[in-house]
C-alpha cells in the first residue's frame, strides 16, 4: 500500500488560506466611514431629537402639538396649497420634459442639439436668479406687460404674487432633471421596438400609450418623485414669487420660525413635510431598487 | 407578387443602394445575400416602408405602394434583434397587430393561440420575453408577423445573433412553415449558407448593387461577376494576360479563346483535378472536413491553390502534385466573359498557342 502523506491540520498542505475579502470589506468600511458618520451626526441625530421634542410638552409626551397642526384651518390651508402646487408643477414639469426626451430620442441633428442644450440650461441658474428674472419679466410693468401693450393689450393681470408665479418658475426649474432621467429611460427603448409596431400597423398615439409609456414607467416615477420632492421644499421661488397667502410650507415654517418666534410650531410643521417627502422618498427607492433588480 | 423596380437610397451623399431591381412571386423565398454594408438591410426597409427611397418604386400585387406608410402596408418585418415589447406577455406580442387592427378580443385569442401552436410555442403564451431563450424570442417574433398574415414577409438577418446549431434547426422550420403557409417572403443574411439553404432565388447585392439573381444552385455555377463569383462559395483566382488565346494559369500554359488582354480566371477547389500535365504544386496543408478533404497547394511561383477532394485521395503533406482546372471562369473588369469546360488542352511552355 503506498504511503498517503496526512496533512498536519484542517488545511491541506500547499494552500493557505486568503484573508484578503476581510481587508477588502474593512477597506469598503473605512471609505464610507465618513459620509456614514456625517449623515449619522449631522442629520439623522438632529432629525431624531427634533422629532422627540415635537412630542414633548411641559416634560409629558404629547401629540398635542400635532392635534393643533391638523386642526388649524390655515395650516391645512398652507399644506394643501404646497402638496397641490408640487403636484401640479410636477405633473407640469414632467408632461413638457417627457415631450422634449421624446423629441430628443427620435430626432438628430443642430436643432435637436440645440433644444437639449436649452433644456438643460436652468439646471445652471439659481433659484434666486430664475426668481428676480421671473420678477423683472412677468411682474407690473415687467417686459411681458409692456411688449402686450405695444401691441395694443392693456388687460394684463400679472402672475406675480399670484399660485401662477412660483408655478411658472417651477415649471422652468424643473425641465433638466426628468429630461436627463427620461431620455436615459428612453434610450434604453430600441428603434426597433418602435419600427416594429409602426411596421404592425400601429400610428404614434398607440406607440406613445402601448409600447413608450409602459416601458418608461420606472424613469416617469423616478422623475416624479424628484421633482415633487425638490418642490414641496422649496424655498427661494415661493418666497420670491408666491402669494402671501396661503403660503408654501417652507415659507410658513420660516415665518412661524423668524416672525413669530414659535419654534415648536415651526419643527411640527417640518416633521409634518419630512414625513411626506420620506413616503415619496420611500417609493423612489423602491423603484430605483427594482429597477437595479432588473438590470441584474 | 412584389416588384422593386430601380430602387436607389443615399445616405448624406453616400449611396446605400444603387437602382437595385428584382421580382419576387406569389409564395417565393428570396433571399437578399451581401457582405455587411451592401444595402441588403436598406432596401428590406426601403419594401417595408421604415425607410424612403430617393428614386424607384415598390409594388405589391400590382399596387405602387413607394409613398405609402410602414403601417399601412401589407408586409410585416421579423428584426435581427427580435424586438420584442419586454413589457408584454408572449400572447401580448402576438396579439398586438391584431388589436391595431381592432379585432374582437375572442378573435385576437383564438388566432394568437393557433400561431403560437403553429410555431410550437403554445405554451409559453404567458411567459414574458425575457423569460425565453434566444430561438423561442426569434419565433415569437415570427408569430407576430405571421398571425396579421401579411402578403409578404420580410426577415432582417433574424438568426444571425444564434448560436449555429439552433441557427440550421430555425431555418429548417421557417423553410417548411413558409412552404405550409406559401408565405412570399423576402429573408436578408449574409451567410452563404444560410441563403443556399433557404433561398428558392438568390439575389446578390455588393456596394448597393443588386450583382446578380438567380436560383442558388445556377449562382454557384454560373456567377455573372466576379463578385459573386468570390461571394459564394470558395474560388482559386488567378490574375493572369491573355496573349494570343493563351494563358498562364500557375505556371502551366492554357488555351483559352477569349480576346487579349488582363483577365481573372476563378476556378472552384471541387473543380481541380490530378493530372500529368497539370500546373506543379506542393501540398502545404490537408484539412479532414469528414465527406471531403480539403488540400491547400502552393505554386512555383508562390501562389497558393486550394483542392477538396474525396478523403481517399487526399495526398501526403510535402508531395508535388500537378493539377488542371475542371471548370475555369473568366472575369474582367468584374464581368464575366467566357466560361472553359475540361478538358482544358494544356500546352507545353513556348509552344505555339
Known amino acids: ?296 | 407578387m412584389l416588384q422593386i423596380d430601380a430602387i436607389t437610397k443615399t445616405y448624406q451623399g453616400t449611396p446605400a443602394v444603387r437602382d437595385a431591381s428584382f421580382t419576387v412571386a406569389r409564395g417565393e423565398l428570396v433571399c437578399l445575400l451581401g457582405p455587411s454594408g451592401c444595402g441588403k438591410s436598406t432596401l428590406l426597409r426601403i419594401i417595408s416602408g421604415l425607410t424612403d427611397c430617393d428614386s424607384g418604386s415598390v409594388r405589391i400585387e400590382g399596387v405602387d405602394m413607394t409613398a405609402t406608410q410602414a403601417n399601412r402596408r401589407p408586409t410585416a418585418m421579423v428584426f435581427q434583434s427580435h424586438a420584442l415589447w419586454s413589457h408584454m406577455s408572449v400572447a401580448q406580442n402576438v396579439g398586438f397587430g391584431l388589436r391595431v387592427r381592432g379585432l374582437p378580443k375572442a378573435e385576437i385569442a383564438a388566432k394568437t393561440a393557433a400561431v403560437l401552436d403553429l410555431v410550437g410555442l403554445q405554451a409559453f403564451a404567458k411567459r414574458l420575453p425575457a423569460e425565453l431563450s434566444g430561438g423561442q424570442a426569434q419565433r415569437v417574433a415570427l408569430a407576430r408577423c405571421l398571425v396579421v398574415e401579411p402578403k409578404v414577409l420580410l426577415m432582417d438577418e433574424p438568426f444571425s445573433a444564434l448560436d449555429a446549431h439552433l441557427r440550421k434547426g430555425l431555418r429548417e422550420e421557417l423553410k417548411a412553415l413558409q412552404g405550409r403557409l406559401d408565405l412570399t417572403t423576402i429573408f436578408v443574411t449574409h451567410d452563404q449558407e444560410e441563403a443556399m439553404e433557404l433561398a428558392d432565388r438568390i439575389v446578390v447585392m455588393q456596394g448597393g448593387r443588386v450583382e446578380q439573381v438567380g436560383p442558388p444552385g445556377v449562382l454557384y455555377q454560373n456567377p455573372s461577376t466576379l463578385g459573386v463569383a468570390q461571394f459564394i462559395g470558395a474560388m482559386n483566382t488567378c490574375t493572369t494576360t491573355l496573349r494570343q488565346g493563351a494563358a498562364d494559369w500557375y505556371g502551366l500554359d492554357l488555351r483559352l479563346p477569349l480576346p487579349d488582354g488582363e483577365v481573372a480566371l476563378l476556378c472552384r477547389p471541387e473543380d481541380v483535378y490530378p493530372d500529368a500535365k497539370g500546373a506543379a504544386a506542393r501540398v502545404t496543408r490537408v484539412i479532414d472536413l469528414g465527406p471531403v478533404t480539403k488540400v491547400t497547394l502552393m505554386t512555383e511561383a508562390g501562389d497558393l491553390l486550394t483542392w477538396t477532394c474525396p478523403r481517399d485521395q487526399a495526398p501526403d503533406l510535402g508531395r508535388v502534385l500537378t493539377l488542371l482546372p475542371r471548370r475555369l471562369h473568366a472575369f474582367r473588369n468584374g464581368a464575366l466573359i467566357g466560361l472553359a469546360q475540361s478538358p482544358l488542352p494544356a500546352q507545353t511552355a513556348g509552344a505555339p498557342a
Request: hydrophobic share 55%.
Open chain 1, 1 to 296: 500500500m503506498p504511503d498517503v502523506a496526512k496533512p498536519s491540520g484542517g488545511v491541506a498542505p500547499g494552500y493557505t488560506l486568503s484573508t484578503g475579502l476581510g481587508s477588502q470589506a474593512l477597506a469598503g468600511l473605512a471609505l464610507v466611514a465618513l459620509p456614514v458618520g456625517l449623515l449619522v451626526t449631522l442629520t439623522l441625530l438632529p432629525t431624531v431629537r427634533m422629532v422627540a421634542a415635537t412630542f414633548l410638552v411641559e416634560g409629558h409626551l404629547s401629540a398635542e402639538r400635532y392635534f393643533a397642526f391638523f386642526n388649524d384651518a390655515y395650516t391645512m390651508a398652507n399644506l394643501r396649497y404646497t402638496l397641490e402646487m408640487g403636484l401640479v408643477s410636477a405633473i407640469a414639469a414632467l408632461s413638457v420634459s417627457f415631450g422634449i426626451a421624446l423629441y430628443l430620442r427620435f430626432s438628430a441633428g443642430r436643432i435637436a442639439t440645440m433644444i437639449h442644450g436649452l433644456s438643460l440650461f436652468p439646471l445652471f441658474v439659481p433659484s434666486i436668479i430664475i426668481s428676480y428674472a421671473l420678477v423683472r419679466f412677468l411682474g407690473p410693468n415687467g417686459l411681458f406687460q409692456l411688449l402686450l401693450e405695444q401691441v395694443g393689450f392693456t388687460q394684463y393681470r400679472t402672475p406675480y404674487l399670484t399660485p401662477v408665479g412660483p408655478f411658472l418658475a417651477f415649471l422652468w426649474e424643473n425641465i433638466p432633471l426628468p429630461v436627463l432621467v427620461l431620455s436615459a429611460g428612453l434610450s434604453q427603448v430600441s428603434d426597433h421596438a418602435v419600427e416594429a409596431a409602426r411596421d404592425l400597423g400601429a400610428k404614434a398615439p398607440r406607440i406613445l400609450w402601448e409600447i413608450l409609456l409602459p416601458q418608461m414607467r420606472r424613469s416617469l416615477l423616478i422623475a416624479f418623485a424628484l421633482i415633487f420632492m425638490g418642490i414641496i421644499g422649496a424655498f427661494t421661488v415661493p418666497y420670491m414669487l408666491g402669494p402671501p397667502a396661503p403660503e408654501m410650507m417652507s415659507v410658513f415654517m420660516q415665518r412661524t420660525l423668524g416672525n413669530l418666534h414659535d419654534p415648536a410650531s415651526a419643527q411640527v410643521q417640518a416633521v409634518v413635510l419630512m414625513v411626506i417627502s420620506s413616503i415619496v422618498g420611500g417609493f423612489y427607492i423602491a423603484t430605483m431598487a427594482k429597477s437595479s433588480a432588473g438590470a441584474r
